[in-house]
């Protein structure tokens, strides 16, 4: 049985995450992978002994889960609706007040392309948003998205089997809005096994601490012909 939502719970959840060490931890989450205590340890820049305090209180209000494998202990997300709640707090805090803040090679990484949980963003998301719905294979309002027939032969033609990917309570398709790029991406089990399947092609690839991913060759040319691509979608704004 769920709790009401009352401001108190609300200020509880928020001051959670309003720690600087939690946040730095649950954004290095939204990569989607589990990491370890001492992974985020690192992301945080705080203490083993510090780290463990804060995941004991992350795990208590179920923001995240701890998996078990032998002596090893990771950490995840515990669900898309809190990947959701922290992507929306990047958004927010994306659009805050101006800050001088040079943009190096880690950055420009992340804006190309990354991970949002278990789906893509950045502007490669976006530029792959805006072929679907120019090719009215999907359909978006409000933040909700609708396949449409020849979208899904056009999935299943690409590898995704959208039977199965249906066989779930969570959205097929809706849209979550890029915090770099101001615009929407996709998100839902649809976005989630278009990024399992560029990743089981090798068109892109993880980076080690870090959420960006690594365009491929072999994804350069697949982008560009499977979605047709503009020339110039790296300039998306």
């Known amino acids: ?3 009401i939502a009352s401001g108190n719970t609300i200020a509880e959840a928020a ?9 730095n931890m649950l954004s290095a989450l939204m990569g989607g992978q589990a990491l370890t205590a001492g992974e985020l340890a690192r992301h945080a820049g705080v203490t083993a002994q510090t780290t463990s305090g804060h995941l004991g209180k992350l795990t208590e209000a179920q923001l995240i889960t701890v998996e078990k494998q032998g002596r090893h202990r990771y950490y995840r997300l515990a669900s898309p609706d809190v990947a959701q709640a922290i992507h929306a707090l990047m958004a927010i805090a994306a659009s805050g007040p101006k800050r001088y803040h040079p943009i190096g090679p880690k950055d420009e990484a992340l804006r190309l392309a990354r991970t949002c949980y278990d789906h893509m963003a950045g502007r490669l998301a976006v530029a792959l948003v805006d072929a679907l719905i120019g090719k009215s294979y999907v359909m978006l309002a409000d ?3 609708l396949v449409t027939d020849e979208g899904r032969r056009f999935f299943c033609d690409f590898g995704i089997d959208l039977g199965e990917v249906t066989r779930s309570r969570r959205p097929l398709c809706r849209t979550c ?3 770099s790029e101001r615009r929407p991406h996709l998100a839902g089990r649809l976005g989630a096994a278009l990024l399992d399947r560029t990743l089981a092609l090798g068109w892109i690839s993880r980076t080690a601490e870090s959420r960006a991913l690594r365009i491929m060759r072999a994804g350069e040319a697949g982008f560009s012909n499977t979605f047709d691509l503009p020339p110039d979608w790296r300039k998306i704004t």
């Open 1 to 3: 049985m769920s709790r």
């Open 143 to 145: 933040g909700a998205g």
């Open 15 to 23: 001051s959670l995450i309003g720690d600087a060490a939690r946040a």
């Open 177 to 179: 809005l890029d915090w």
